[in-house]
């Protein structure tokens, strides 16, 4: 397949994401589905670009790269990406949120394909951090991905988490930062600006990437080239995304991350793609 081809093929993708996004948050209203509009791309590429080991029918294999989604609460995007290829029946996608379904409005481990709890935000890093040391300890090749959203920053743990990974060269951990701009209640800057991402990770030692979140040819570039990178330092891309995207209600919104979408909306949005 060309290159142009392959990066269709993953548009496309990203696109019946996006509808079967929409379609769990219509029949389970409690999912935060703004927080996963705005990572679409990043999953999509992430997981249909050939970019990272996994096994839909051994999720535990050891040699899997390791995939932390710290925003947990924002990945019920992730969750048509697992049924599509094979996790779990794509049946299941019908039960999120009901009793009896292990997809919850907010995921935990009994999900294949899922590493860690992700309920309460700040942890995924320090996480990934001890899978990423142990990894190199042990001589293995496997790499660490933590996806994290902007507001999490603001968590104390996360700048701990930066600091160690720089002075133990953690060279196979990437953390993607889904750099939306909104927090659960207004936009970041106006609770804790912690612009520029950039320079502040630099100044720690890391290996920077500076993208639009939304562009699947950018996102490969930058996720492929820190993947194969051994240069004794940690990569960060800060994906600049817009929450809720797609959706008119809910774009740019400072409350957007509490906010449903109407059932008519969704309807008028699916007709339209």
């Not at 720690?204 to 051994?230: Q, V």
């Not at 991350?257 to 309807?267: A, L, P, Q, T, Y």
Request: aromatic residues 8%.
């Amino acid at each position: 397949m060309g290159n142009e081809s392959f990066i269709n093929a993953i548009t496309s993708k990203a696109k019946w994401v996006f509808s079967e996004t929409l379609k769990i948050h219509r029949s389970a209203p409690e999912t935060r589905v703004a927080s996963a509009l705005s990572c679409i791309e990043i999953f999509s590429t992430l997981y249909y670009g050939d970019l990272i080991k996994y096994y839909p029918h051994d999720p535990l294999n050891s040699d899997r790269d390791r995939v932390i989604i710290s925003k947990g609460h924002g990945s019920i995007c992730f969750y048509p990406i697992l049924a599509d290829l094979g996790f779990f029946k794509m049946d299941e996608l019908k039960n999120v949120g009901q009793e009896g379904s292990f997809l919850g409005g907010i995921p935990d481990p009994i999900i294949p394909g899922y590493e860690t709890i992700n309920g309460s935000l700040g942890h995924g890093l320090g996480v990934a951090c001890g899978i990423a040391v142990s990894l190199k300890r042990r001589k293995k090749n496997q790499n660490v991905i933590v996806i994290v959203g902007d507001g999490e920053l603001n968590e104390g743990s996360n700048w701990e988490a930066i600091n160690f990974a720089a002075h133990h060269k953690l060279d196979n951990l990437l953390l993607i930062i889904d750099d939306n701009k909104i927090s659960m209640l207004n936009f970041s800057a106006r609770i804790i600006n912690a612009a520029p991402l950039s320079e502040k990770f630099a100044a720690f030692g890391w290996e920077i990437s500076d993208i639009d979140g939304h562009d699947i040819p950018a996102l490969y570039t930058a996720i492929s080239t820190c993947l194969k990178s051994r240069n004794k330092k940690p990569k960060v891309i800060s994906a600049h995304t817009v929450k809720g995207r797609g959706v008119p209600s809910l774009e740019n919104k400072p409350l957007s991350h509490i906010m449903n979408i109407k059932s008519e909306e969704i309807d008028e949005i699916l007709r339209g793609i």
